[in-house]
C-alpha cells in the first residue's frame, strides 16, 4: 500500500499536514515493541516488501523474512509457473487512540521479490483529531491507492467496521500469456460487494496475505489495533486454473515486520488461515 502521494486518503484525509504531524508525534513516541526504521528504511512507499536488511537474498520458499512494512505470509510461484489467483477472507481489526498510524489488511500478487504489485484490502488508521478511520481500497503499483467508496452494490459508501469480515478475490479473466486483464472482487460480507475489471502488467511472481504499516518519508508506525484473523480461506491458484491451493501448501514465507511490530502466527492445521498481531511477543494459531 502506497502513501507517497499527497491526498493518498479519501475525502476524509486531505490534509497532508495533519497526516505528517501524526506521523512524526508517532514517531516521537517512545513505544516498548517499536524499533528504528534505521537507515535502510523506504524513501518512497511504494507498497512492495521493503526487506529490513538490504542487501540480503530475499528467501522464496520456506524461510521467514523482516520487514520495515510487512507481516503476513508469501507464496512465491514455483518454477515455470504463474499465480493467476488469490483469494483471502480477513476480520478488519480495529484501531485505538493509543498510537498514532496507519495499517492496512490485504491481499495482493507479485511486490515480494518484484516491483509490481495488483492488490486490495482495508484501511485502519488512527489520526489525533480525526479518530479512527476505515475505508476499503485497491492499488496497481505505481500508481497510489483508490478509495472504492461511491461504487459498492447494496451499500453504495463501501462502509468499513472494525470486525466486518471481508472476502478479496483477485484473479486473471483473459490470456494470461498477455499479463494484462484481472478482476479484483471484495466483499464485506452482510453489507456490500465491489468488483473492478483493469488491465495491469504482471509477472505473477507471488500472493500474499498482509497486515501492513504503510511508509511516509522514511518511517513506518502501526497503530494499536487488535490482532487481524486471516481465515479461513488464504488460498492460491496456478496458470489460470481452477484448483484454490492453501495457503500452506505453497512452502510460504513468514514475513515479520520489524520483528515485534507486527508478527504472523503458524499458519492452522488445515493450511488455510493465520493471526497477524501487532505490538506483541506472541500470536495466537486460529483453531482449523
Known sequence: MSL??????????????????????????TF????SAGAGAATGGLGVMIPAHPGRVIPTSNATEDSLNWSGYA???????????????????????????????????????????????????????????????????????????GNC???????????????ITIATSGNIQS???????MTDAG?????????????YSSAEWILEAPTVGVQTVMPMMANT?????????????TTAQNLGTGSPVE??????????????GDGDGFTACAYALSCPTPAS
Open 4 to 29: 507517497h502521494r499527497v491526498g493518498y486518503r479519501s475525502a476524509s484525509m486531505k490534509n497532508w499536514a495533519r497526516l505528517a504531524a501524526a506521523i512524526a508525534l508517532a514517531a516521537s513516541c
Open 32 to 35: 516498548s515493541f517499536l524499533p
Open 75 to 149: 507464496v512465491t510461484n514455483p518454477a515455470g509457473h504463474k499465480i493467476t489467483k488469490v483469494t483471502s477472507t480477513f476480520v478488519v481489526p480495529a484501531v485505538n487512540s493509543t498510537t498514532p498510524g496507519f495499517g492496512a489488511t490485504w491481499t495482493g500478487i507479485g511486490g515480494f521479490n518484484t516491483s509490481d504489485l495488483i492488490q486490495a484490502g482495508t484501511a485502519e488508521e488512527y489520526i489525533p483529531g480525526l479518530g479512527p478511520n476505515y475505508y476499503a481500497w485497491y492499488e496497481i503499483l505505481p500508481a497510489s491507492e483508490t478509495d472504492i467508496a
Open 153 to 167: 452494490a447494496t451499500d453504495s459508501a463501501c462502509t468499513v467496521r472494525p470486525g466486518d469480515t471481508v472476502t
Open 179 to 185: 499479463n494484462q486483464a484481472w478482476t479484483i472482487s
Open 191 to 203: 453489507h456490500w460487494t465491489f468488483t473492478k475489471t483493469l488491465n495491469y502488467p504482471s509477472t
Open 229 to 241: 484473523l486471516f481465515e479461513p480461506n488464504s488460498t492460491f491458484t496456478l496458470d489460470g486454473g
Open 255 to 268: 514475513v515479520t515486520m520489524n520483528q515485534v511490530e507486527g508478527i504472523p502466527s503458524a499458519i492452522d
